[in-house]
């Protein structure tokens, strides 16, 4: 069983940054996908960003392309969710995933369902 534990959430100024971490326990991630998910107050589960097991391959949401970048380190057993330019917007509770199942990496994109483990959520709130 692997646990998935989120950091790094906050509240944050309008053009500010804050980087998530995502620590995982209980097993070795390192062959997994990764993905960052967020939900905010009333809407839908969205898909945010995905890396592949090596972090050679990545996947962005158009609405935060250019301004957040998702990184892991396998030693370390933890995955990364950059987050720069903040715009109200993007305020939330983000999640993250992981999933063992080999497969192209297209086929997480915006699919929750495909991913195994889930965090418990850290909450993100960009203040105008």
């Known amino acids: 069983q692997v646990q998935l534990v989120e950091s790094g959430g906050g509240l944050v100024q309008a053009g500010g940054s804050l980087r998530l971490s995502c620590a995982a326990s209980?097993?070795?991630?390192?062959?997994?996908?990764m993905g960052w998910f967020r939900q905010a107050p009333g809407k839908e589960r969205e898909f945010v960003a995905v890396?592949?097991?090596?972090?050679?391959?990545?996947y962005y949401s158009d609405s935060v392309k250019g301004r957040f970048t998702i990184s892991r380190d396998n030693a370390k057993n933890t995955g990364y969710l950059q987050m720069n330019n903040l715009k109200p917007e993007d305020t939330a509770v983000y999640y993250c995933?992981?999933?063992?199942?080999?497969?192209?990496?297209?086929?997480?994109?915006?699919?929750?369902?495909?991913?195994?483990?889930w965090g418990q959520g850290t909450q993100v709130t960009v203040s105008s």
């Open positions: 890396i592949s097991w090596s972090g050679g391959n990545t």
């Open positions: 209980g097993r070795t991630v390192s062959s997994y996908v």
């Open positions: 995933a992981a999933d063992p199942k080999a497969g192209p990496l297209r086929l997480y994109v915006g699919r929750p369902d495909r991913y195994d483990y």
